[in-house]
């Protein structure tokens, strides 16, 4: 099981829950904690399986729900806001067909919104996965979603 | 042997990997070995030499020239020309040069230039060898410490140079120190404070990323001072950069001997380890990053007891932001006068700012603590984008305050700006022109902090859902005579009864919008 080849990796330690959850999101193939995800790091930390959920729905770079192959992260802090990220989130929900928090019928994209990424020198940004992108407009969004789908 | 005549360093930080500056740096690397220059001029890789948005920027040395917008396309052309023939290439040249020194609070440029502290070595050092932060002085203090100054001689130069706190509270750094020296206990930690998640601020992660060492050695300090043999970094999730090249530095440092037992053949001994965060901003507040990085929801403590005395696990903690504690080794090498020559009696030394919005060249400087709003905008940052008017700046980000065109020659400082009750806060500068929607701006920090209040306090978590009800309602043109008390009224108590800064900050961003921009909310209410 590659869950525990994960667990392995980290002393069954209250301080690396952090890790373990942000290693088994990344391995997930939905790219979020499903019910054995929580259920083995709790059994691994000895904590009840309530505590690793409320950790883990505490901080938003986890995902209690299934999400797309690729996930979008839009910036709306002011910064970003400013810059014309709203015009940008209005497009991208109508080229994606799905609200915030959405997952498009082909499983492909996930739409999210985050909070101030620090590339505020290149606003609008947003995080494709790991990835930063900055200055985007509607053409560079068509761009970057064209060569993702022709991808897998 | 091989005689390097030219340096070519290229800014390797997120913004300009983002640009595509590895595809660039591989370009030019392959093109000088094609030129048969690969024995003449030397590829090295620096942090951010302080532009943002300009895309991948390369410097050649000895000459001096920026290049910016740079792609894998112009490379074989610059090569032939700068590098083989001698001539700049002309249409790529940043046509103004990032400021390597301090801004002095006297007007830029008509003052002898001071060297920088924080970023002394961003731009120009290779962040992932020791051996250039070593050759730029570096260690030079935590040696000096351990040598000749005992724990409490350097907590004493620290406080003597009235470094306050640069995450945004400006707590004196010394204070800190002494009350965790003090402190019952064995076991005590130092943490750094790396979750910078105030909306506009990057100036921590252009630290981690160009100058890790100065961090680390900041750390040690610390560690001496108040007795701690442990320190963590808690660095936010999404800054992959910061995290893989501190990550290096440390590992460099214990190759070294400069971190573990013994160090440098004293009884100091030392260790770093660091922590990723998952994206929450309330963990930027010490008391929640506390609770996280143990393992918990990043709920906020009540104080007292302050981290100083009871922090984590319970032993005493020091928690300082990274600028705070990359200030450090310069002052303890060079002592606290020569800091205070930087700055204002009240607040000594420099600050780092990240300028954004619309100026017409954003970036990351370093100015002296007391230098004017206006000399930072206009002097630095190239003035506003497209010749458009100042409207207002957004100063310490959402949990900072709105200023007005009247404000642009405040002095900027921690006690100055307060006066003006604004804040300095983490230093983020967002400049707005003259066709920026204020209630716009309003609603988006109100929807900010509702997104991230985190439902511990009931004032705050409640108070932001109103807020945002209400500014939204504004911003429809639906608002109804009397909403912007509410607003006032709201945000006021939860400045008194909010358990943390989170919820009591937001007075700010209001009061002050409704300060200088009232007419503009009122306008269209009664649309």
Same mark, same amino acid.
């Given at each position: 099981?590659?869950?525990?080849?994960?667990?392995?990796?980290?002393?069954?330690?209250?301080?690396?829950?952090?890790?373990?959850?942000?290693?088994?999101?990344?391995?997930?193939?939905?790219?979020?904690? +499903?019910?054995?995800?929580?259920?083995?790091?709790?059994?691994?930390?000895?904590?009840?399986?309530?505590?690793?959920?409320?950790?883990?729905?505490?901080?938003?770079?986890?995902?209690?729900?299934?999400?797309?192959?690729?996930?979008?992260?839009?910036?709306?802090?002011?910064?970003?806001?400013?810059?014309?990220?709203?015009?940008?989130?209005?497009?991208l929900?109508?080229?994606?067909?799905v609200?915030?928090?959405?997952?498009?019928?082909?499983?492909?994209?996930?739409?999210?919104?985050?909070?101030?990424?620090g +590339?505020c020198?290149? +606003?609008?940004?947003?995080?494709?996965?790991?990835?930063?992108?900055?200055?985007?407009?509607?053409?560079?969004?068509? +761009?970057i979603?064209?060569?993702?789908?022709?991808?897998? | 042997?091989?005689?390097?005549?030219?340096?070519?360093?290229?800014?390797i930080?997120?913004?300009?990997?983002?640009?595509?500056?590895?595809?660039?740096?591989?370009?030019?690397?392959?093109?000088?070995?094609?030129q048969?220059?690969?024995?003449?001029?030397?590829?090295?890789?620096?942090?951010?030499?302080?532009?943002?948005?300009?895309?991948?920027?390369?410097?050649?040395?000895?000459?001096?020239?920026?290049?910016?917008n740079?792609?894998?396309?112009?490379?074989?052309?610059?090569?032939?020309?700068?590098?083989?023939?001698?001539?700049?290439?002309?249409?790529?040249?940043?046509?103004?040069?990032?400021?390597?020194?301090?801004?002095?609070?006297?007007?830029?440029?008509?003052?002898?230039?001071?060297?920088?502290?924080?970023?002394?070595?961003?731009?120009?050092?290779?962040?992932?060898?020791?051996?250039? &932060?070593? %050759?730029?002085?570096?260690y030079e203090?935590?040696?000096?410490?351990?040598?000749?100054?005992?724990?409490?001689?350097?907590?004493e130069?620290?406080?003597?140079?009235?470094?306050?706190?640069?995450?945004?509270?400006?707590?004196?750094?010394?204070?800190?120190?002494d009350?965790?020296?003090?402190a019952?206990?064995?076991?005590?930690?130092?943490?750094?404070?790396?979750?910078?998640?105030?909306?506009?601020?990057?100036?921590?992660?252009?630290?981690?990323?160009?100058?890790? *060492?100065?961090?680390?050695?900041?750390?040690?300090?610390?560690?001496?001072?108040?007795?701690?043999?442990?320190?963590?970094?808690?660095?936010?999730?999404?800054?992959?950069?910061?995290?893989?090249?501190?990550?290096?530095?440390?590992?460099?440092?214990?190759? &070294?001997?400069?971190?573990g037992?013994?160090?440098?053949?004293?009884?100091?001994?030392?260790?770093?380890?660091?922590?990723k965060?998952?994206? %929450? &901003?309330?963990?930027?507040?010490?008391?929640?990053?506390?609770?996280?990085?143990?393992?918990?929801?990043?709920?906020?403590?009540?104080?007292?007891?302050?981290?100083?005395?009871?922090?984590?696990?319970?032993?005493? =903690?020091?928690?300082?932001?990274?600028?705070?504690?990359?200030?450090?080794?310069?002052?303890?090498?060079?002592?606290?006068?020569?800091?205070?020559?930087?700055?204002?009696?009240?607040?000594p030394?420099?600050?780092?700012?990240?300028i954004?919005?619309?100026?017409?060249?954003?970036?990351?400087?370093e100015?002296?603590?007391?230098?004017?709003?206006?000399?930072?905008?206009?002097?630095?940052a190239?003035?506003?984008?497209?010749?458009?008017?100042?409207?207002?700046?957004?100063?310490?980000?959402a949990?900072?305050?709105?200023?007005?065109?009247?404000?642009?020659?405040?002095? /900027?400082?921690?006690?100055?700006?307060?006066?003006?009750?604004?804040?300095?806060?983490?230093?983020?500068?967002?400049?707005?022109?003259?066709?920026?929607?204020?209630?716009? /701006?309003?609603?988006?920090?109100? *929807?900010?902090?509702? *997104?991230?209040?985190?439902?511990?306090?009931?004032?705050?978590?409640?108070?932001?859902?109103q807020?945002?009800?209400i500014?939204?309602?504004?911003?429809?043109?639906?608002?109804?005579?009397?909403?912007?008390?509410?607003?006032?009224k709201?945000?006021? =108590?939860m400045?008194?009864?909010?358990?943390?800064?989170?919820?009591?900050?937001?007075?700010?961003?209001i009061?002050?919008?409704?300060? &200088?921009?009232?007419?503009?909310?009122?306008?269209?209410? *009664?649309?």
């Amino acid at each position: 099981m590659y869950r525990e080849a994960i667990l392995k990796k980290f002393k069954p330690s209250l301080d690396n829950i952090l890790y373990i959850l942000h290693d088994l999101q990344d391995n997930n193939p939905q790219r979020y904690l +499903a019910n054995d995800d929580i259920r083995v790091c709790a059994d691994y930390l000895k904590v009840p399986y309530s505590y690793v959920h409320s950790v883990a729905s505490f901080y938003t770079m986890f995902s209690l729900e299934p999400r797309g192959s690729n996930i979008i992260r839009l910036c709306d802090s002011p910064p970003c806001h400013l810059m014309g990220s709203k015009s940008l989130l209005t497009y991208l929900k109508k080229t994606l067909k799905v609200d915030v928090g959405g997952t498009t019928k082909d499983g492909k994209f996930t739409l999210e919104l985050t909070s101030c990424l620090g +590339a505020c020198g290149v +606003a609008p940004a947003m995080m494709l996965n790991d990835e930063m992108v900055g200055n985007l407009t509607p053409e560079k969004v068509d +761009a970057i979603l064209e060569k993702r789908r022709k991808e897998s | 042997m091989s005689l390097v005549r030219n340096h070519v360093l290229i800014s390797i930080d997120a913004g300009t990997v983002m640009a595509g500056a590895r595809a660039v740096e591989k370009a030019l690397i392959d093109e000088i070995a094609k030129q048969g220059l690969t024995d003449e001029i030397a590829v090295l890789e620096t942090g951010s030499v302080g532009t943002i948005g300009q895309g991948v920027v390369l410097v050649v040395y000895p000459e001096g020239v920026y290049y910016a917008n740079v792609t894998p396309q112009d490379i074989p052309q610059l090569v032939e020309e700068h590098l083989l023939k001698g001539r700049p290439l002309k249409r790529l040249i940043l046509s103004e040069a990032p400021k390597q020194t301090v801004i002095t609070k006297e007007k830029a440029g008509l003052l002898k230039e001071q060297p920088r502290i924080v970023l002394r070595n961003c731009g120009i050092i290779d962040p992932e060898k020791i051996e250039e &932060y070593i %050759a730029e002085g570096g260690y030079e203090a935590i040696g000096k410490a351990l040598t000749s100054m005992k724990p409490e001689e350097v907590t004493e130069e620290i406080k003597k140079s009235g470094l306050a706190g640069r995450g945004g509270a400006s707590f004196s750094t010394g204070m800190k120190w002494d009350f965790a020296r003090r402190a019952a206990g064995d076991i005590k930690y130092i943490i750094c404070n790396a979750d910078e998640g105030e909306p506009g601020t990057f100036k921590d992660r252009l630290i981690l990323e160009g100058d890790p *060492h100065k961090l680390i050695e900041g750390m040690m300090l610390a560690g001496y001072a108040v007795g701690a043999n442990t320190g963590f970094v808690y660095i936010r999730g999404e800054y992959a950069l910061s995290i893989e090249r501190l990550e290096k530095a440390i590992a460099q440092a214990r190759d &070294y001997g400069l971190l573990g037992t013994n160090i440098l053949e004293s009884t100091f001994s030392f260790d770093i380890f660091v922590m990723k965060g998952a994206g %929450a &901003y309330v963990c930027g507040e010490e008391t929640a990053l506390i609770e996280s990085l143990e393992g918990k929801r990043g709920h906020p403590r009540n104080k007292p007891p302050y981290p100083v005395t009871e922090g984590l696990w319970g032993k005493p =903690t020091v928690v300082n932001n990274v600028e705070t504690l990359s200030n450090v080794p310069e002052i303890i090498k060079n002592g606290a006068t020569w800091f205070r020559s930087y700055g204002t009696d009240k607040c000594p030394g420099t600050k780092v700012y990240t300028i954004i919005g619309n100026v017409a060249t954003p970036g990351l400087i370093e100015a002296e603590m007391g230098t004017t709003l206006r000399d930072i905008i206009f002097e630095y940052a190239g003035g506003i984008k497209a010749g458009r008017k100042f409207k207002g700046a957004l100063i310490g980000g959402a949990a900072g305050a709105f200023l007005g065109p009247d404000m642009l020659d405040v002095q /900027m400082d921690f006690v100055n700006l307060r006066e003006y009750a604004a804040v300095l806060g983490s230093g983020a500068i967002l400049v707005m022109d003259e066709s920026t929607d204020m209630v716009d /701006m309003l609603q988006s920090v109100l *929807h900010f902090f509702r *997104h991230e209040s985190c439902g511990h306090c009931v004032p705050c978590r409640l108070g932001t859902a109103q807020l945002v009800k209400i500014i939204d309602r504004i911003a429809d043109s639906k608002g109804t005579q009397g909403d912007v008390d509410k607003l006032l009224k709201i945000s006021d =108590t939860m400045r008194d009864t909010s358990f943390c800064p989170l919820g009591q900050s937001l007075y700010l961003p209001i009061s002050s919008s409704l300060k &200088y921009f009232r007419g503009e909310i009122d306008a269209r209410i *009664h649309q």
